[in-house]
């Protein structure tokens, strides 16, 4: 199997010519973070998401990895089944989701256990994410990431500090925790962010829109087909969605042919996004 599939040659290219001459001004980029801007495997190992660092190496209280795993088990198989309908899926995610914030709350979730949790050495950007954030900084090209995280936007915007990442152009959409005074998690802000629902958390709802409303050209990566509806609702002039396919090629490809213009096979770097920017003729 190719390392990059185009699914439309023709469309591809076309897409590509309207983008570079629109110019850098016209144009902005949509992302999710887990297995998009990270990577997937770090030295072999699987590293579906930075709360899965949360999971698996041991922090909050002694019954929460059993727990979590145990949620894990039953809804990630539900989350990749091709053959499960979308909204059996969504309502999955939603119980999922829902249950796994509640379990981080009575497990006594602290934001000193997001900021340990993110410094961890298998969380790693994908080669090629720190040249691209830095390409479009440099460019003034927003940046939307658009994530489910299970620990929301302060790890995310935690993780790109901590490198020396978080520039004024990135905007993070994802779940939010509500805080007491001594720092403990005590509820979650509604609505919930999964990952069948990122078109319902509508980016026209949060104030980066203003930063993006009239670049009518967009980049989309994604690491899973529901990625794409990221920027459904968004007039977009012209779009080229990357799709990262992270996990069983053979068994997703068609579907991630049908929904992305570019597939990106294995642990891929950013370099073919890179390019893309910087040499879109």
Not at 114 to 119: D, N, P
Request: aromatic share 8%; hydrophobic share 40%; proline share 4%.
């Amino acid at each position: 199997m190719k390392d990059i599939i185009i699914s439309n040659q023709k469309e591809f290219e076309e897409k590509k010519r309207k983008i570079a001459e629109g110019g850098a001004k016209n144009l902005h980029i949509v992302s999710d973070f887990d297995g998009t801007l990270t990577k997937a495997f770090v030295n072999g190992r699987k590293i579906p998401s930075v709360i899965s660092i949360l999971r698996d190496e041991n922090y909050l209280t002694p019954d929460y990895p059993a727990k979590a795993h145990a949620l894990f088990d039953k809804y990630h198989p539900i989350e990749i089944d091709p053959n499960i309908s979308s909204a059996e899926k969504k309502k999955a995610m939603q119980e999922w989701w829902t249950k796994h914030f509640q379990l981080l709350i009575d497990s006594k979730l602290n934001r000193k256990d997001i900021e340990k949790a993110v410094q961890s050495e298998n969380i790693q950007l994908r080669e090629g994410a720190e040249e691209l954030l830095k390409n479009l900084k440099e460019r003034n090209i927003p940046l939307v990431i658009l994530s489910s995280s299970g620990l929301g936007a302060d790890s995310i915007s935690m993780h790109l500090k901590n490198r020396n990442l978080l520039f004024a152009n990135i905007h993070i959409i994802s779940n939010a925790f509500i805080w007491d005074g001594a720092g403990n998690a005590i509820g979650v802000k509604e609505p919930i962010i999964h990952s069948l629902n990122k078109s319902e958390a509508s980016i026209k709802n949060y104030p980066a829109f203003e930063t993006i409303k009239n670049r009518k050209n967009v980049i989309l990566l994604g690491d899973g087909v529901g990625d794409t509806q990221m920027i459904s609702g968004f007039e977009a002039e012209n779009a080229i969605k990357i799709g990262f396919l992270n996990y069983d090629p053979e068994k997703n490809l068609d579907r991630f042919k049908e929904a992305f213009d570019a597939i990106l096979t294995g642990n891929r770097s950013m370099d073919f996004v890179n390019d893309l920017l910087l040499n879109p003729v």
